[in-house]
């Protein structure tokens, strides 16, 4: 079952896909930050499918440039070089400008910087679709819970990122 989560804005030509609960860091393979992405409206969607055992579970979060939002069949992906490792159970998609960030209002200093946001999201995967957009991107559940799990990506023909997912369950 797709879930249709909503709309974010990137506006960075950057994203990072990552556990929300770790600080940002390019130099580690439990997160990644793509470049080349094309700037604008993205759609957001989660899948969720039933796991004997288990029941329902998230199976992928994906995004796409609104362009390519309806044309998932066609689209080439290609692994991205690093994992998500999930430690909160969640995973994301965030403009890179606004992982982590504080809410407007938010103080600037000590870690209370940090949790605000990193708690929006856990609003969000706590939600009844375990899943949803928020400013600057998508997060969700990981589905089976802890672990690491693989990034692909997809381009157009301006070699510009339009599509990005992460899978929890494979099909």
Known sequence: ?????????????QLAVADPCYELNTETIIMGVIDNVLNGAWVGQAEKV???E????????????????D????????KCPFVVRAESEQAGIFDI???RL???GAPENGSHRETEW?????DITESG????????????????GNGSYGVYMSTDGQNQVVGVKVVFIKR
């Not at 990193?118 to 856990?122: E, V």
């Open 1 to 13: 079952m797709i879930i249709e989560l909503g709309h974010f804005e990137v506006n960075s030509g």
């Open 50 to 52: 039933e796991v004997r």
């Open 71 to 78: 044309q998932d069949a066609t689209l080439e992906w290609v």
């Open 129 to 144: 679709e375990e899943a949803g957009v928020m400013d600057g991107g998508v997060v969700s559940r990981t589905g089976m």
């Open 97 to 99: 400008t606004k992982y």
């Open 118 to 122: 990193y708690y929006a999201c856990c």
């Open 102 to 104: 504080p809410d407007a």
């Open 54 to 69: 288990w029941g329902e579970a998230c199976s992928r979060l994906t995004a796409y440039h609104h362009t390519v939002a």
